[in-house]
């Protein structure tokens, strides 16, 4: 993927950038000194609809292209418009730590068939991995979700080769659960100490009037 930017004029106020159609970014690295640019919103509005933070996009531009990452976004408040933009710039070799998140796929027999609940334990996992290697997201197939006491790890996953995970990989990432109903048993009623109200005036009828005196 790539995104044409153009080298930013600082004494440029933001609010003047921005009307133009154009957004405020800047591009630093481990070994780059920080380059204010500026690039289409809507352009970057497309491109990280599709990239997101763990895709690696060539910016166009500055002399030599670069590889980096879209690694912070500043929207604004209200309209969720994209304000600004942090790029990290990659050197060729070097690891970059992302988090990718999951993209959960197919239907699990033991929702469908059996009534279990589908529980999504985590919804993304962060690794250290070569930007050649980097994946947007990580497809979870939960058709493999058979019986209810089924269970999907991280070592189940297709993860790429050069991959250091932040997290063991006997880590569960989804799992079925069962629905259980609470009934609360009420206590037997005990009928032995209740009156009923014929009893009751049968007695007042046989108790001996007091005698006066």
């Known amino acids: 993927m790539q995104l044409a ?5 600082t004494k440029v106020k933001a609010a003047a950038i921005r009307k133009g ?3 405020p970014a800047v591009v630093y690295g481990r070994s780059e000194e920080s380059t204010p640019i500026s690039v289409s919103r809507k352009e ?3 491109l990280f609809k599709v990239a ?3 895709t690696v996009i060539t910016l ?9 990452l879209i690694h912070e976004v500043e929207f604004h408040a209200v309209s969720g418009e994209p304000l600004h933009a942090d790029f990290y710039a990659i050197e060729k070799g070097q690891t970059v730590t992302v988090s990718v998140p999951f993209e959960f796929e197919g239907v699990s027999p033991a929702v469908k068939d059996l009534g279990g609940i589908l529980v999504k334990v985590i ?10 290697d980097l994946p947007n997201l990580i497809h979870v197939d939960i058709s493999k979700l058979t019986t209810l006491d089924s269970k999907i790890f991280v070592s189940d996953l297709k993860l790429p080769s050069s991959a ?3 997290i063991p990989t006997d880590e569960v990432v989804a799992m079925i659960d069962t629905a259980k109903e609470e009934t609360e048993e009420s206590a037997p009623m005990d009928l032995s100490s209740i009156e009923t109200s014929v009893e009751r005036g049968k007695k007042e009828e046989e108790a001996p009037a007091d005698s006066a005196e």
Do not use: T
């Not at 166009?60 to 980096?68: I, M, R, S």
């Open 123 to 132: 919804h993304e996992i962060e690794m250290e991995v070569l930007p050649k």
């Open 21 to 23: 159609g154009f957004m």
């Open 60 to 68: 166009k531009g500055l002399g030599e292209e670069k590889d980096a």
């Open 5 to 9: 930017v153009e080298k930013r004029d």
């Open 164 to 166: 250091v995970l932040s």
């Open 52 to 54: 997101g933070s763990a």
């Open 44 to 46: 970057f509005e497309k």
